[in-house]
């Protein structure tokens, strides 16, 4: 479970409208609580591919059917998508809705962090010959381009923190999980104490503004 | 696909309960539509004629089981019926006629109760009515098969070529039994069964609302209560659209006042609040006319069936409303006079919230002055602060040439003495105006003097040395006076005649000794009649003893033991008297010579 704080979307709907300082000034305690994260984070990606010819394809990127092939590593873009969120996403189904979030956007990115939590030695092998719209199969011709795949990312790291949704293996990585897992909880400490101060400032303000009009 | 951490989230809820919250509201609306309204209007007319046509279809039905001489088992076959329609989900137009089919054809109620059931398992088992069913069941019964082949039970062409009854039944129960149990239990049947409840309720419902509104219509037909029902329904709806125009007629009104609320109860300021309740009072009243004048007129309108009610509600809240205000007014109008002294206008908002403004305008312009004041003043003293120096830096030199001083320095320069020093310097100190160090030495020089005069009181009060041998003259006469009248005694011969002390006399004594001396022992931890009384006893006897021989042996000193031997020869009682008279003698005529005789 992420930490859950009663009200802190209205809080900040009502440091938007009646405190922009404060506002501000939460959003920059956040920065600085999960900036570091981040960093951290984007030092463990990979300068390079960590597979040759992960990173360059001859042909078009999309398939006979228009869609998407597999994404092409670009540590620069991996660098890029890892971000920290002050924007409410949508709620989840278990009704959670995430407020302040760090988050690996790019594909590769996602890949890379999360490759090898279900099948550490990759996806069963079936080749060329099993239904092409079966993703949960390798289809590569080698047998062994799973496992060799997943082995050339390196180790995958258990980050200490839990889910509204997943948990487990889920919470497996080596970016954000990673720098998360060797942060150690400072971070999160650091989050949730901004947001408490602020809202104790918050507070404070609106009183003091009863006290003088 | 991203991958998202969440940090710090909240719950909002979850999708599922939001949609079952939106069906529930649509549930809560489909009902308030119902209940209210035309929906009222409809409700009614539904139940009525579920009502109606129940009612129709159980005449007919006792009807028919009395032509065919069953007529004292109606109530009987209802209650099967009744059973078999709650159990399989079943609507009475379908039963009834499917089990009157059945009585007529078989003349039997065993055999027309079980073929019914036979005739829901089949109906379930091959998605056709009961009456069909029931129908052909009666045919075959009669002998006619066709039917009950045409349903495709699967029966075989043998059996239904035979025309044998017993045989089809045997073989359409074979297949089709429990069909009607099982198909009870999936979701639409329960449904259905559902359906056949509300159904029962709605005719219950009809009953009722037809026996209450007859008695209170003074109907009498169904025919003319429908009549007035829907005349109520289409009047109750008249009366809705003329509270809704009220609403739309008034609504800047309405939405002022909202407003004015808002306000008042989100403001701080008490004097805002104040002369908000003064707006919502005026918007009130504005309100109030405008529903007397409109709304309320037209309510007076309404039939006096059931709408009546509705209007007295009405009359009732408005009623509450305009006594509501009228306290209001009352209590803006105190408030205003209260507030006349502090405000200048209390008239409306604008002007209250201009005259806090020119307040605490007038108030800023206060402090900053008491600042600028502050600082000038600060800014005076520290010029008076530094001329004062300049003036003792200045007097300072000019003190050089002073030859008052000059001649101090040059006394404080010479030999004298710790006091003298001080006066010097206090006299310097005094010509240079330098207070503070004046009242350092003149604080040094009366110490100086207190300890130099308490000293000399000292000395002056120390008291003359005593005489060691004073008063001795007089003890010593006493002593030689003493030791000349032993020594006389000694010199005269005494015979010693001691009076024994009585026995009684010494025996209460000893046991008073005894009995203290038990009372100390026994204070101190001893037994009583033990070793306390037993001691003191020991004691008492010791001391007797001690008594009788000091009393017999008077030379002897009891308290150091030594013996005193005078031995008086020819000593008489007379010669003692002799010896006693001559010192008196002796003594009044005060003769040196005879007090130092050795004779007398």
Partial sequence: MPTEVKGLIELKKALKDYAPNLAAQLDDQMGLALGGIVKKSQSYVPNESPLTNWSYRKRSEKNAEGQRKFPLYNSARVVKGIQYSSTPRKTNRRGFKAVYYIINKSAEGAIYETAGRKNPNGQPWVGAKGDPNDHGVSHSNNPNAGAQFIQAFGQIYQGNLESSTKRGRYMKGRLIFRAWAEDGGKANAAALTAIYNVNELFKKKQYFRKVTL | MSIVIDIAAQFTGKKAFAQAENAADKLGRSVKHALIGVGVTAFAKSAISAFAAQEKQLALFGNSLRAIGFGFATSDSLAFLNSLKLQFGTLDNELIPAYEQLLTTTRSLAAAQNLTNVALDIAARQGVSVTEAADALSKAYLGNTKNIGSLRLGISKATLDSKDFAKILKEVTGITKGSAAAAADTFSNKLARLKVATDAAKVSIGAGLVGALMEISNSTSIDQLQTKIINFGESAAVQLGNIGRLISDNIVLIKSFAIILAAAFTVNKIA????????????????????????????????????????????????????????LSDSATKAKNNMSSLFDDGSDRGNAARAADRAAAKEAELAKLAKANYAAQLKLLKAQTKAQQDAAKLKKYNAIFDMDQIQIMAALQGKVSDDEKLRLSLQLALLQDNASEAQKLGTQLAISQLKTTNLAQAIANIPKALNPFEGWGNEIDNLLAKMIAMYKLLNTPIVMNPTAPTAATNENKYRQIAADLTVANVATGMLPYGTATGLAASSARLQAQSDAYFAANPNIDPRTGVVYNINVNGATQGLLDELRNGLINSSASGSFSSINSPAG
Avoid: E, Y
Wanted: aromatic share 8%; glycine share 8%.
């Fill in chain 2, 272 to 327: 805002s609040f104040i002369i908000a309740l003064q707006a919502i009072v005026k918007t009130v009243t504005q309100l109030r006319n405008a529903l007397i004048a409109s709304a309320i007129a037209r309510n007076f309108l309404f039939s006096p069936l059931g709408a009546a009610v509705m209007t007295a509600g009405i009359f009732a809240a408005i009623g509450l409303a305009i006594k509501g205000v009228d306290a």
